[in-house]
């Protein structure tokens, strides 16, 4: 598959986007008062922004995969809970891939070679080894607490300056997902040795226990990151919004970085977005011409 394929497809799996940029500095020093999880879980919920049904964006995109990194231009578009679309355009301004992302199907188009995919979202991860999301591609875009459940039951913490709210898993599962992570963060941790996260893995297995943690800015009551940990398939996803823009962006993320990891294999993708819209309907236009092939 080549670069342009790949770059949709991590597009595909995660993405964001928003205006004018305004980076939140956190002291991790800082001492904050003890919060309830119900109190975290109030507030993080004030700031929803899941009435966003439109959503638009140009971006900046580098991207670190395992034979190397790129650089290109894209555009975004999303209407939630029907379909995200992404359109790469490198310096010369000629579009060179695309992709059409719906709830249970990806369409790909790569232009340079001729070729495109079409096929469920199963059939997607047999063939790239990675699976998409729509629902966690568009919970992305719109900066929110990507797999929150306020139904759910978590427990609170406090770390380098941000409140943590991690889901209430076995604290063993927790660590073994810090240990599985490329940045593992847990205040005054030691990795577990070998043989017992290997145990530890196995345990998880049997409960098909997921781990998600949300990092939350102590002033905003934003998300700052989403860390979800897949123990049974010991893979990873890890969303930083690292810049926010201000009311009139509604707050929206304007950097993001995102790190896919699965066993031997890792991929990063950091946006820069500008000239985000919220207004509808939008195009999603997707066909395929009659001369192009399956891709092999």
Request: aromatic residues 6%; proline residues 6%.
């Amino acid at each position: 598959m080549n670069f342009g394929g790949k770059a949709l497809l991590l597009l595909a799996l995660l993405s964001a986007a928003a205006c004018k940029p305004r980076r939140t500095t956190v002291n991790p020093n800082r001492e904050l008062p003890v919060r309830s999880a119900e109190k975290l879980l109030e507030r993080l919920l004030a700031n929803d922004t899941a009435t966003i049904r439109y959503y638009s964006a140009k971006a900046n995109v580098d991207l670190e995969l395992p034979e190397g990194g790129k650089s290109f231009k894209a555009q975004v578009r999303s209407v939630q809970d029907s379909a995200a679309w992404v359109s790469i355009v490198p310096a010369l301004g000629i579009e060179v891939a695309r992709v059409l992302l719906t709830p249970d199907s990806l369409k790909l188009m790569d232009k340079v070679n001729d070729q495109y995919f079409a096929g469920d979202t199963a059939a997607a991860r047999a063939k790239f080894g990675l699976q998409p999301s729509l629902a966690l591609l568009q919970q992305a875009l719109l900066g929110r607490p990507i797999g929150l459940v306020p139904t759910e039951k978590y427990r609170s913490d406090r770390e380098l300056g941000m409140y943590v709210l991690t889901s209430k898993e076995k604290r063993r599962f927790v660590r073994a997902a810090e240990d599985i992570s490329p940045g593992d963060t847990l205040a005054r941790d030691r990795d577990m040795k070998e043989k017992r996260l290997e145990r530890t893995l196995r345990k998880a297995e049997e409960k098909e226990a997921v781990v998600l943690r949300y990092w939350i800015e102590p002033d905003s009551f934003r998300v700052a990151r989403v860390q979800i940990s897949d123990l049974v398939h010991d893979r990873s996803a890890d969303v930083r919004y690292e810049m926010r823009g201000g009311p009139e962006e509604h707050h929206l993320p304007t950097r993001i970085s995102i790190t896919l990891t699965e066993p031997g294999k890792q991929a990063t993708g950091s946006l820069e977005l500008s000239r985000i819209e919220v207004e509808g309907p939008l195009q999603l236009n997707f066909r395929i011409p009659e001369k192009f092939t399956p891709m092999p």
